[in-house]
């Protein structure tokens, strides 16, 4: 399985008629594969969207993408020169994460940090995040635990939800045995804060 962040850089006040675009095309898209999650910033780099495909492999991603590309309500119809920029990177979950998804009622806030490492630590990222996630799952759970496959290499997402930010800072004021993992070779750290749109299946 592999997972495909697409982030548009939207122009102020172009958010809300980009959700109703997807919206509107997203029943068309997922007669090819459903969509993960689709969020909107709130904190950090502002009028992003960000939305989230699952793919069994890169073979997979290429075919569908290319039969949703042929249907006429593909892609969304957002309003010409809205999108600033397009990213996209692929990302491997981490063996321990839980499928993104499904219908998941987590939380109406989500925090996506990600870090980037010196190379080679990914490795050992993953194998102190294992031994030290369930003390941490025992307040919220992990939205998401991915590395990067293309992109920006050596970096590390990880995803959690709150029921609100004044859950936020009671879970993250809280002192959790073994957390946070202490990997080492960690060079820098990015956060957002992001809604979910009233169509993600993350919500």
């Known amino acids: 399985m592999i997972y495909e962040v697409r982030t548009y850089d939207l122009k102020p006040g172009a958010v809300p008629q980009a959700e109703e675009a997807f919206a509107e095309a997203l029943p068309h898209r997922e007669k090819y594969g459903p969509i993960a999650a689709f969020w909107h910033t709130e904190f950090g780099p502002l009028n992003q969207i960000i939305h989230v495909w699952g793919y069994d492999s890169l073979d997979e991603r290429a075919r569908v993408r290319a039969e949703a590309g042929k249907d006429p309500n593909w892609p969304p119809k957002i309003t010409p020169g809205n999108i600033l920029n397009m990213n996209s990177e692929i990302w491997n979950p981490a063996p321990f994460m839980k499928p993104m998804g499904g219908d998941q009622a987590l939380g109406s806030v989500y925090e996506m940090r990600t870090y980037t490492y010196q190379p080679g630590s990914i490795p050992e ?51 959790i045995e073994g957390w946070p993992s202490g990997a080492p070779g960690m060079v820098r750290q990015e956060n957002k804060i992001m809604a979910p749109a009233s169509f993600s299946p993350m919500h």
């Open 125 to 175: 990222v993953l194998k102190r995040w294992e031994a030290a996630l369930p003390a941490r799952e025992k307040l919220s759970p992990l939205a998401a635990g991915m590395y990067t496959e293309f992109g920006g290499l050596n970096r590390w997402m990880h995803i959690w939800p709150y029921n609100d930010l004044n859950h936020r800072a009671e879970i993250r004021g809280t002192k």
